[in-house]
């Protein structure tokens, strides 16, 4: 199970932290995905982390502004997102997949709830 956290309002140029917080299941092995759907929207990919390695991939509308991360003892993974703009805005969801990074969201599992990221101008 997945769970979500961390998303709100902030300002463009702001920062926030989103988590997710795995449980039931270690997660070596597996692929964290965070993914963003804005409304009207398909789900997008934004960045993913291969649990074992710690290698991590960034779509290219978030790279150098977002940084993904995990923390094993806590089975947690994180989004920094900084610099954010309005176009950041939408539902953000974390997800999990057995085996190496992918960007398309069929190839994930497992999934979060949502956590709503508003960027205001």
């Known amino acids: 199970q997945l769970q979500a956290s961390g998303g709100g309002l902030v300002q463009a140029g702001g920062s926030l932290r989103l988590s997710c917080a795995a449980s039931?299941?270690?997660?070596?092995?597996?692929?964290m995905g965070w993914f963003r759907q804005a409304p009207g929207k398909e789900r997008e990919f934004v960045a993913a982390?291969?649990?074992?390695?710690?290698?991590?991939y960034y779509a290219d509308s978030v790279k150098g502004r977002f940084t993904i991360s995990r923390d094993n003892a806590k089975n947690t993974v994180y989004l920094q997102m900084n610099s954010l703009k309005p176009e950041d805005t939408a539902v953000y969801y974390c997800?999990?997949?057995?085996?190496?990074?992918?960007?398309?969201?069929?190839?994930?599992?497992?999934w979060g709830q949502g956590t709503q990221v508003t960027v205001s101008s």
């Open positions: 997800a999990a997949r057995l085996g190496p990074i992918a960007t398309m969201s069929t190839s994930y599992n497992y």
């Open positions: 039931g299941r270690t997660f070596t092995g597996y692929a």
């Open positions: 982390i291969w649990w074992n390695s710690g290698i991590v």
